[in-house]
C-alpha cells in the first residue's frame, strides 16, 4: 500500500511538472509508468517503448532508449541509393543536397517541363 502511495504522489508531481513544461498529464503519467522522462521521449516513442517492454524485446527497447530512432536520413552529406539515383538524374552531388532538397529539386524541374 506504501508503494502505491508513493507511485501516486510520484505522479502527481510529474504530471504538475510536466504540465508546467507542455507535457500532458497523461503523456507524463505514461513516461512515469516506464520510469522515463517525459520530455525525452514523444507519445510515439513511449507507446514503442512500451510494446518493446511488453514483448521483454530488449533489443527494441534499447533501440528506442537510445534515440537511434531519431536519426536524420538522407541528410546532407549522407548518400543512400535512391538519394544517389536522383541526385544522379538531376546532374548534382548526392552529399551536397538532403534528400528533401533533391526532391523539390524534381517537383521543380518537372513542373518546367509542363
Do not use: C, W
Amino acid at each position: 500500500m506504501k508503494n502505491i502511495a508513493l507511485f501516486a504522489v510520484a505522479t502527481i508531481f510529474a504530471a504538475g511538472t510536466a504540465a508546467a513544461d507542455g507535457i500532458s498529464a497523461g503523456h507524463a503519467q505514461f513516461a512515469a509508468l516506464l520510469g522515463v522522462d517525459p520530455q525525452a521521449y514523444s507519445l510515439a516513442e513511449l507507446s514503442a517503448l512500451d510494446a518493446a517492454l511488453s514483448d521483454n524485446d530488449s533489443t527494441r527497447a534499447a533501440y528506442i532508449q537510445s534515440h537511434e530512432n531519431r536519426e536524420q536520413h538522407g541528410g546532407v552529406g549522407t548518400v543512400s541509393a535512391g538519394k544517389a539515383q536522383l541526385a544522379a538524374g538531376l546532374g548534382v552531388n548526392p552529399a551536397d543536397y538532403s534528400l528533401a532538397e533533391l526532391s523539390a529539386l524534381v517537383a521543380a524541374q518537372e513542373s518546367d517541363k509542363n
